[in-house]
């Protein structure tokens, strides 16, 4: 049954919400425009690695969205985490399966389809698509799925992992234990059995952080500081002893425990600007926008390799590659183009899943005059 938010909801709820939505927005935003595309122009140092928290923020919103709703039944809600993952996944496996039949048919002397056709590895996102898809004809369109196993793996965990983390001392035992963890696997590489445990466990911890997010909203900015301050020395120590490297690219994959007090740094960072991005809730358009984006916002990334390559492409017949070399061109006409086009992919694939799913999900229809700017 689908509840609406009305005048006798607490008005901090429903900012909390916003603040939850405009901030994962804003992280997918940053992850298409700048994580996936900008990052890469030159010049390339290991210092602009710096700016790659942005998974660290996609696990940590998993858990803080988790904490403030009521707590649903487990079966219910696992099977609406499921369809949540796997339905637009499967939606995005079948647009690649007959785009491939139709590249194979086509443009490459009609070969046998089954050599163009890996349906499994599209409908199976636990295959190494690295290995398996390297020589996909394509392959800018499956680099960026390592994630679905990651947070399929995490799923089932989050409402034990939560109940454990309602008392303070629990969540620090429990997060104290899954850094000493982290901090092993970082020096010995023998803890966990599979890569994607690795990185399932490692991304739970931000996970566990989200339950707290009510908590870090009350914390003074001082000591957040002090906190990101004490996991800069660590991290720096760390990297005297062990010689990780400060490449954070590098540390990402897979995450070690450099990465992991990168990413207690980040999450002083975001909650930081809180105040800030409340703020968003007086500029009407940006505010639409952005909660439009927001939930539409894992389409937005399983698609966004389709509007790199569209836009690619209409640069090439255009034969606007000259513009490339100007920088405004690059840097912010190709960028906006790039995110019209995600626009577009958003409002057809986000049919498509809605006609998919036997229940329809929404945002609340918040009342502006609710919201606490």
């Not at 004809?137 to 680099?143: A, G, L």
Request: glycine letters at 2%; aromatic letters at 20%.
């Amino acid at each position: 049954m689908e509840t609406k938010t009305t005048e006798t909801h607490d008005i901090r709820n429903v900012e909390r919400d916003l603040i939850i939505d405009y901030l994962r927005a804003i992280n997918m935003l940053y992850i298409l425009l700048w994580i996936h595309l900008l990052y890469w122009l030159p010049p390339k140092t290991h210092y602009k690695s710096w700016f790659l928290g942005e998974m660290v923020i996609v696990f940590f919103i998993m858990g803080a969205s988790y904490s403030i709703s009521p707590p649903p039944k487990y079966s219910h809600y696992l099977v609406r985490r499921i369809q949540r993952i796997f339905i637009p996944y499967f939606v995005y496996g079948c647009v690649l399966t007959i785009i491939t039949i139709l590249i194979g048919f086509f443009f490459l002397q009609k070969r046998s389809i089954k050599e163009f056709v890996h349906l499994q590895l599209w409908l199976n996102p636990f295959r190494n698509f690295h290995q398996e898809g390297k020589h996909f004809f394509i392959p800018f369109v499956y680099w960026h799925l390592w994630f679905i196993p990651t947070i399929t793996l995490i799923i089932p965990f989050i409402p034990l992992c939560h109940i454990i983390s309602t008392s303070l001392k629990r969540f620090f035992l429990l997060l104290a234990f899954m850094i000493i963890v982290i901090f092993l696997s970082s020096i010995s590489h023998r803890i966990f059995l599979s890569e994607h445990l690795n990185y399932a466990f490692f991304y739970m911890t931000f996970v566990i952080i989200g339950f707290k997010y009510k908590e870090l909203k009350s914390i003074s900015c001082f000591k957040k500081i002090l906190i990101a301050i004490t996991s800069l020395l660590l991290l720096l120590a760390l990297n005297r002893m062990f010689a990780f490297g400060i490449d954070m690219n590098v540390n990402k994959f897979p995450p070690n425990i450099m990465y992991l007090f990168f990413g207690f740094i980040w999450i002083v960072f975001i909650t930081i600007l809180w105040d800030y991005i409340q703020k968003i809730d007086k500029i009407k358009y940006l505010r639409s926008f952005l909660l439009w984006f927001s939930k539409y916002s894992y389409t937005a990334y399983l698609f966004h390799p389709f509007a790199y390559l569209i836009c690619i492409f209409i640069i090439k017949r255009t034969e606007m590659d000259i513009l490339l070399h100007n920088w405004f061109f690059k840097h912010f006409a190709v960028p906006l183009f790039i995110l019209s086009i995600v626009a577009v992919l958003n409002m057809i694939f986000g049919k498509i899943e809605k006609v998919v799913f036997l229940n329809k999900t929404r945002l609340p229809e918040l009342n502006y005059k609710n919201s606490v700017c």
